[in-house]
C-alpha cells in the first residue's frame, strides 16, 4: 500500500487525462491508472476536435502523457483497476498485480467497450469502413456509396442522419420488422432497403469494399454507419455499487450521475468520459474531465478547511 492520494484516476484514455490536467494544476495528489488502448484505437484518425482533427489516436493521448509530465502533483502508471472498496474519503482500489491504492476520491474514467457482433468482417472492418459516427468519420466518406444497417424501426433515423453526407444510400435492416410508413418514406426518398441481414463483410487494403447479405445478395460499399450495443469496459463501478442506467439511443449501459457534477450514486466517487450518461465523444471526454477535476477538488478544498478548522479549534 502506497501513501494515500488525494484522487485515483481509473483510465488514461481522453477523460482520464483530462481530468488528472485540472487535478494536477489544482495542486491534488492525483495517480492516473492507465490500462491500456482507448476506445477509438482502431481508428486512423481522430477527428472534430477542436485543435486536434485528424491526429492518430495513440498519438492524442501520447500529446496528453507529455502535457502532465512537468506535474509533481500527477503520477501516471500502467495498471488495470480490478476492485474498489471503502467510502468518500477513504478508498481502496485494487490493481491487477495485486497492489492497494488508496484515495479520498475515485474518478472512473474507464470508457465503453464496443460489442462486435458475430458477423465474419466486421471487427476487421470496426473504424475503418464500419463506423458508429458519422460526426467523427462521415467527412471521409462524403459523397461515397454508403449503407446503414441496423434494426426495422431505427433504420429511418438513420437514414435522415447518414443522407446528410452522402446521397448514394442504401439501408440494410436485421431482419426486424420495418414499419410501413417508413418502407414509403424510404421508397419516396429512393433509397434501396435490403431486409436480409448480412452474413459478411469484405475489406480490401484501402477500407470496406462489399457486404455480402444471407440471400447471397453482394453489394459494393465504402462505408457502413451502425451502432452495435456499449458495455462497461471496467467492473469497477460496479463493485463500488455505483449505479448504472440503459441509454436507448446509444444502445449503452452507462452509469448514473448527477448532471452537473458528475457525481455517481456513490458519494466520492465521479465519471468522466464515456462510462457516464453524457454524449460519446473526445471533445466531451475533455470537457467532462475537465470539469471533475474543477468539482472534486472543491470537495477537497471544503473537506481540508473543515479538518483545519476542527483542529484549530480543537
Ligand atoms: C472506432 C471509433 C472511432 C472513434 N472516433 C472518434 C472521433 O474521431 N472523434 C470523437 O470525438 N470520438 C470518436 N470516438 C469516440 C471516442 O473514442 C470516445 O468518446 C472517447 O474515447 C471517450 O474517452 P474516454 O476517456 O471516456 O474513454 P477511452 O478513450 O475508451 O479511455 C478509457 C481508458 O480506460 C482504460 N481502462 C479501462 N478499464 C480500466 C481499468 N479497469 N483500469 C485502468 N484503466 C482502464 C482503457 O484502457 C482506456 O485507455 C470513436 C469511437 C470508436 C469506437
Redesign the pocket.
Known amino acids: 500500500m502506497t501513501d494515500k492520494y488525494d484522487v485515483v484516476i481509473?483510465?488514461?484514455?481522453?477523460?482520464?487525462?483530462?481530468a488528472a490536467l485540472s487535478l494536477g494544476r489544482a495542486m491534488r495528489r492525483t495517480l492516473v491508472?492507465?490500462?491500456?488502448?482507448?476506445?477509438?484505437?482502431?481508428?486512423e484518425?481522430?477527428?472534430?476536435?477542436f485543435t486536434r482533427d485528424g491526429t492518430p489516436?495513440d498519438e492524442l493521448?501520447r500529446l496528453g502523457k507529455r502535457d502532465l509530465e512537468k506535474y509533481e502533483t500527477i503520477e501516471v502508471r500502467e495498471?488495470?483497476?480490478?476492485g474498489a472498496t471503502g467510502a468518500d474519503g477513504e478508498f481502496e482500489v485494487t490493481?491487477?498485480g495485486g497492489e492497494a491504492v488508496s484515495a479520498r476520491k475515485i474518478v472512473i474514467?474507464?470508457?465503453?467497450s464496443?460489442v462486435m457482433p458475430d458477423i465474419p468482417g466486421f471487427a476487421e472492418a470496426?473504424?475503418r469502413g464500419i463506423?458508429?459516427?458519422p460526426?467523427?468519420?462521415g467527412w471521409e466518406v462524403r459523397g461515397r456509396p454508403l449503407a446503414v444497417y441496423g434494426s426495422g424501426d431505427m433504420v429511418m433515423f438513420r437514414v435522415a442522419l447518414i443522407r446528410n453526407w452522402s446521397r448514394d444510400l442504401i439501408a440494410i435492416t436485421d431482419g426486424t420488422e420495418v414499419p410501413e410508413e417508413i418502407r414509403r418514406k424510404l421508397d419516396a426518398l429512393g433509397v434501396p432497403l435490403h431486409e436480409s441481414p448480412i452474413s459478411r463483410v469484405e475489406s480490401d487494403g484501402e477500407g470496406l469494399a462489399r457486404v455480402v447479405l444471407e440471400d447471397g445478395t453482394e453489394i459494393e460499399r465504402e462505408g457502413l454507419f451502425t451502432n452495435p450495443p456499449l458495455e462497461q469496459?471496467?467492473?469497477?463501478a460496479e463493485t463500488l455499487g455505483c449505479e448504472t442506467e440503459y441509454m436507448e439511443m446509444m444502445r449503452a449501459e452507462v452509469i448514473s450521475i448527477t448532471p452537473g457534477t458528475f457525481e455517481t450514486t456513490v458519494k466520492g466517487v465521479f465519471v468522466?468520459?464515456?462510462?457516464g450518461k453524457m454524449m460519446?465523444?473526445?471533445?466531451?471526454?475533455v470537457a467532462?474531465?475537465c470539469s471533475v477535476g474543477a468539482f472534486v477538488t472543491h470537495e477537497l478544498a471544503a473537506a481540508d478547511v473543515e479538518a483545519e478548522v476542527a483542529a484549530i479549534s480543537a
Do not use: E, I, K
Not at 491508472?33 to 481508428?43: E, T, V
Not at 474514467?109 to 465503453?112: D, E, P, S
Not at 460519446?280 to 471526454?285: I, M, P, V
Open positions: 481509473l483510465g488514461a484514455g481522453t477523460a482520464g487525462l483530462s491508472l492507465d490500462g491500456g488502448p482507448p476506445r477509438n484505437a482502431p481508428s484518425h481522430a477527428h472534430n476536435l489516436p493521448l495498471g488495470v483497476a480490478t490493481l491487477d474514467a474507464t470508457g465503453l464496443d470496426w473504424g463506423y458508429h459516427c460526426f467523427c468519420h469496459r471496467s467492473g469497477v468522466a468520459g464515456d462510462a460519446q465523444s473526445l471533445a466531451n471526454a467532462s474531465g
